[in-house]
Each structure stands twice: as C-alpha cells, then as structure tokens.
C-alpha cells in the first residue's frame, strides 16, 4: 500500500455509507413537493455519495468498477491537447447529458400543463388508496419538476468534480 | 390568460435546452439556435401585436391568482422593450454562428446565450418584484461565463470584477426585496402600487420605502451601467466577445433602465409622502434630483473616457456610459419636477384608488418616449458598432485604432455600416438617433416653461454630451477608417461575408427606423403611457384582497 492510498477503514466505511446517502437522498426527493427535501437537496445528497467515492477510490474506479469501461489515459493538465475533453474522465459527458435531460424533465412537465390547457407549471395530485403496506399513496404531478432539478443538480454538481477533479 | 404571454420565455427556454442536448452535433445545434432566434422573434412580434392592438395581458404562473402567484404582465412598455430585445438578439446569435471558433460554440457558448435571452425576457415580462430579482440572476449567470469566454488573464480579471460587483449588487437587491415585503406585505408590484398609495387601508408605514427603493435603484443603476456604478462596464465590454457585447450593451442594460421606468415611474411613484426637503408629493421626487446628477456625471465622464480611448471595444464602452447618461437624463427630467393636475384613479372596482401617473400637460409621457426612443437607437446602434469591432477584428486581426487605418479604401461596405451606428449616436437625421436626441431636448425644452433651473441644466447637459459624442465618434473614424492603409490592413486578406451582411443589415435597420419613425414614435408613446397608467396595470393584474378584509 502506497502513501496515497487511503486507509481500509475509509474504504470499508465508505462502502457502507454510500448506499444509505443515495436512499436518503431519493426519500427526499420523493417527499419534496410537501415536506423537507426536494429535488435539490436530494441531488445535492446524491452528488455527496459520488463525491465520495472519487475520494477515496480515485476517479477512475467509477468507469472502470461501476460502468465497466476502461478508462482511456488523460492528458495532464498543461499538456498539448487538441481537443480539451481529453484531460477529463470519459464520463463527463454522460453527466453533462444527465444535466440536459434534466432541464428537459423540468421544461417538459411545465410546458405539458400547457398542452393539458392548464396555465404553465400548474400542478396536480392524485391519492392512489388501497395499496398494501403504504395503504395511500400520494401521486404529485410536480414530483415531475423535481426529478427535473434532481437530474440537474446531479449532472451538474458531478461535471464540475469530474472536470475539477481531474486537474 | 393567454399563451402568448410566456410564449417568448418558453420558446427560449426550449431552445437552450434543445442546444445542450445537441451539443454532439456541432451543425445541427447551429440550426437549432439559429431558428430558436427566430421562433423567439415571431413570439416577441406576436405578442406585441396582441399588445398594442388590445388591452394589458397578464398571466398567472400554475393559475395561483394574484398577489400569491407568480405573475407575468405583457402590457406596451414590456411588449416595445421585448421588442427591441429581439431586434439585437438576433442580429447577435447570427453574427455569433459564424464569430465564434467552432469548439466554443459547441461548448457552452448557445445554451448560455439562451438562457440570458430567458433571463432578459423574464425581467420584461414580470409582474413581482421577487421574480424581478430571479430573472436578474438567470440573465446575470450566463453573462458571467460569456465575458470569461477567451479565458485569457485579461477576460478572467474583467469577468471577476463583473461577477463580484453584480454578486453584491444581487446582495443588496434581495435585502431590499426582504425589507419591501416586510414592510408592505407584498412582494407584486400592482399590489405593492395599492398598498403604497392607500397605506392606511392596509396598516403600513410608507417612510421605509424611500430607503428599500433607493437600495433598489442603485443596483439597477448598477445593471445599467450608470456613474458611479459604471466602472465594471468598459473592461467587461472589452473582455466579452463582440456578440456578447453587443447583447450586454443592446440588451442587458436596457433590463436595468427597464427596471427603473417600471419600479420608480409605475409602482414607487404611487406613494405619497412628504419628503422633506425633496418636496411633498410622489416618492418620484425623491429620486429625480439624484437620477438628474447620475445622469449629468454619466453623459460627461462617459463621453471624455471614451474620447481618450484606443481601442475600438473601449471606446464603445465608454460611449456606452455616456449614452446611458442620456437614456435617463429625461427620466431625471420628468420626475424632478411634480405632477400638475394629477388626480387619482380608482381601481379594482373602485375599491381603491390610486394616484395617476401621468398629469394633464403631457410632460411625463414625453419624458418616458424620450427615454425609450434613445434606449431603442442606443440598442440598434451600440450593437451596430460592436459587430462592426468585431467584424474587423475578424478580418483584421486588431481593433486597436493606432495599428488601423484606411478602412474606407478596402473594406467601403463595414466603413459605411460603422459610419451609419456612429451618426446615428451622434443624431443626424434621418437616423434613429435623431430623433431620440430630439426628443430629449424637447423634453428638456418643454421642462424650462415650469422649472427652468432644471431644465437649463438637462439642455446644457445634453448639448454638452452631444458635442462629446461628435468628438468621440469622428475619432474612432479618423483614425480606423480614414488615412492612410496600415500595415495590418494591407495585409489582411480574410473576408468575412456572413459577418458583414449582418452589419449592413442592422444598419439599414438604424435607416429605416428613422425614415418610418411614424409607428415607432407611436409605440413608444403607448409604452410611455402604459408606464404612467397605474389603473390599467393594476385592474390587469387584478390582485384579489380577499383575506386581507376577512
């Protein structure tokens, strides 16, 4: 084990930390459109949990481990390039994508209140009942909207620690 | 409630988000945004159609009714400003298509572009001072990341100046958001207008006010771009790429003077108060001595900066100080000087009333046509120029005026689109810039009849102004366009053609304004009236005071 690598003890707790920040942050971003949380915070949560994975297994290990790829070597920072997403990891531009999508899901759902004959935005809720456990379930339109800013806030935050990280 | 209304921002919106999704697609994300453009200006054209051909639009965001919903209000003012906007915006993205490398286009540079576009179109449109605020943002976050384009030293130090001074500006903006609706309850600006003219129906105090619109006023003041909040302007300008500039100065900082016409003139104007030694009536008064000051330092020390100026950018960005001086030089002029014959209105039903805008001699209305009309050629002209920096810096390599010279001789076609944007800042007729000027001094003419202190000082002023644009714009043509070739214009061989059929487009539209000013002169003075006419806006908006009586 070199200097840089970090301790068993980060890696171990990490493992176990990351699935109950990505559970936590899509509770809160179902319960957003009428209680704490939203797509935000729930984006914002879910950036966290891959933030910390970069961290401590470096930022290759998400293409490689995760999505099964193999990570192309980058330019370093300062080197020639001819074109400037070569001193990036690969996935970016899925992130970049992630955040378009995004805008759209969050347009999208305005515009088709619009499409519906409804004002821009407008909302609506349906109650599903008789469900087993959950006995009522509470179906919000603007859930929409917020998995819009949820996609946003991922795409975005995660481009900016890819693209930063890697420099 | 009409679709037409947000038509503008959605078609805008759909295009940002349609650019990012294309951005693999370099060609294909180019004809998006080019025809993104265009959708924009039907939607803009519609609008103002519907606008000036019937009464004030109005449009509640989701259907939550007013004051608790967001609003947006199309009525002449907003529909000649979204109007003018489109003019510049697409002249801008089309000269961009073919300005900017490649790589950059394909980056970052359409979405953002936009998303200003959004933003501006947002601020026009609103009816609450808290969204006001929002659309500031979205059109100040994509402005951020344009001027840093070239990301050179140079950009990066302009942009951080900008981006810090406009971060804090927003500061103070949201604070006195904050302090409106803690002391007035509402955040909409018709029902803001309502509760400032009947305060004891609604159990506020007034005073306050004064203060939170002052702080209000200095950060449009700042967005606009006037002395002694100028100083982030020349390096931004200059720093920008010549699209962009032309956008922050055609576009942007006609947001600012927007906001002031609409907030000082519409809404804070209809609180009455004493204001000591300001004088007893509107909260108007308050602030025309200190917009007649700004605008005079404006006029001057934009017009002797710009003078002093080698660089093409530079000098268009000091001229454009000046030229803001003289925007709101008679906004400073009407609202000095207090309304004769102003009676009330009584709106939502007859419920309230209101203080009119506008009196019986028609001088506020001619103030704000005025206004408009010099923004308009400011707009059209200062946006000319740019693109003509930017098309000979295209051609040529430098916008330096010492290392050009004999433009005339190779290159008539650009040398006339320049010479076209710089008398038309001057005021020759028939160019648009004629008749803005002229309005100006019949504002201040017809001021001198009942305040001739002030109206002295604005005429002084605007001649003072006038001969230093002369100065400045035969500078910048005796040196780059006149004279003998420079080495570097001898050389150059490139011919930007898409660049300068755009120039000599927007050129041709300067012309045409000021040969049909007819329906232009029209439209502005609808604007100006819509400005004044509290009753329409309010009953338009139509705020609903249901829980307030219960």
């Known amino acids: ?167 | 409630m009409s679709n037409v209304v947000i038509a503008p921002m959605l078609v805008a919106l759909v295009t940002a988000i349609l650019t990012l999704v294309t951005r693999a697609r370099p060609r294909l994300q180019r004809t998006v945004s080019l025809f993104g453009g265009g959708g924009y200006v039907v939607a803009v054209g519609v609008l103002t159609w519907r606008v000036f051909s019937g009464p004030v639009l109005t449009y509640q965001l989701s259907g939550w009714t007013a004051p608790y919903g967001i609003t947006l209000v199309a009525d002449q003012l907003a529909a000649f400003m979204l109007a003018m906007s489109a003019v510049v915006t697409i002249a801008a993205l089309a000269f961009s298509t073919d300005y900017i490398e490649a790589f950059g286009q394909q980056i970052v540079y359409h979405p953002l572009f936009h998303l200003m576009v959004v933003g501006v179109t947002g601020a026009f449109l609103t009816g609450d001072i808290f969204n006001l605020f929002v659309w500031f943002e979205v059109m100040l976050m994509p402005s951020y990341v344009l001027v840093v384009f070239y990301s050179g030293p140079d950009h990066t130090r302009a942009a951080l100046q900008y981006t810090v001074l406009n971060l804090i500006g927003s500061a103070v903006m949201l604070l006195a958001i904050g302090g409106i609706y803690a002391t007035t309850g509402t955040l909409n600006m018709a029902d803001l207008a309502v509760r400032l003219s009947n305060p004891e129906a609604f159990g506020i105090t007034v005073g306050p006010v004064v203060g939170l619109a002052a702080l209000l006023f200095a950060v449009f003041a700042l967005k606009a771009g006037i002395v002694p909040f100028h100083f982030w302007v020349p390096s931004a300008y200059e720093a920008a790429p010549a699209p962009v500039s032309a956008m922050l100065a055609g576009v942007t900082k006609k947001v600012g003077v927007y906001a002031i016409i609409r907030l000082l003139f519409t809404v804070f104007g209809a609180a009455q108060l004493d204001l000591g030694p300001f004088g007893d009536g509107s909260m108007l008064l308050f602030f025309g001595p200190i917009l007649l000051v700004m605008a005079i330092a404006s006029a001057f020390l934009g017009g002797f900066g710009a003078v002093g100026q080698s660089n093409l950018d530079r000098l268009l960005a000091y001229s454009s100080i000046a030229q803001v001086g003289f925007i709101v030089l008679p906004l400073a002029i009407v609202a000095t000087i207090p309304l004769t014959d102003g009676g009330t209105v009584a709106v939502l039903g007859g419920e309230f009333t209101v203080p009119t805008g506008a009196g019986t001699d028609g001088l506020r209305v001619l103030g704000i046509v005025a206004a408009l009309l010099y923004a308009l050629n400011h707009a059209v002209a200062k946006s000319l120029l740019f693109l003509v920096s930017g098309t000979i810096n295209a051609a040529v390599g430098t916008i330096e005026t010492d290392e050009l010279g004999g433009l005339t001789r190779s290159r008539p076609y650009l040398s006339g689109a320049f010479l076209i944007g710089g008398l038309s800042l001057v005021g020759i007729p028939p160019l648009m810039g004629f008749f803005g000027k002229l309005t100006v001094f019949d504002t201040a003419a017809t001021a001198m009849a009942t305040n001739g202190t002030v109206g002295e000082i604005a005429a002084v002023t605007a001649l003072g102004g006038a001969i230093l644009t002369i100065a400045y714009v035969s500078k910048a043509w005796n040196d780059a366009f006149w004279g003998t070739e420079s080495m570097a214009v001898v050389r150059a061989t490139a011919q930007p053609l898409a660049l300068l059929s755009i120039v000599v487009v927007l050129a041709l539209v300067l012309v045409v304004l000021g040969i049909g000013l007819d329906p232009v002169y029209e439209g502005a003075h609808g604007a100006a009236s819509a400005a004044l006419d509290r009753g329409a806006y309010i009953d338009a908006v139509g705020p609903s005071y249901a829980e307030v009586q219960s």
């Open chain 1, 1 to 167: 084990m070199t200097e840089n690598e970090p301790t068993v003890i980060a890696r171990t707790v990490v493992r176990i930390v990351v699935p109950i920040i990505l559970v936590t942050a899509i509770t809160l971003l179902l319960q957003g459109h009428n209680a704490p949380g939203g797509g935000f915070i729930g984006g914002v949560l879910t950036a966290v949990a891959f933030a910390l994975i970069y961290i401590i297994y470096g930022l290759d290990y998400f293409e490689t481990e995760i999505l099964g790829r193999t990570a192309l070597p980058r330019a370093l920072p300062g080197e020639p390039v001819e074109d400037e997403t070569q001193q990036r990891p690969g996935v970016t531009k899925e992130f970049s994508e992630v955040l378009a999508i995004g805008l759209a899901i969050a347009a999208g759902g305005g515009i088709a209140a619009i499409a519906l004959g409804y004002p821009f935005l407008s909302q609506a809720v349906a109650f599903v009942e008789g469900i087993p456990l959950f006995h009522e379930i509470e179906v919000a339109s603007a859930l929409v909207f917020d998995l819009g800013v949820y996609f946003v806030v991922v795409g975005g935050l995660l481009t900016i620690v890819a693209v930063v990280g890697a420099e």
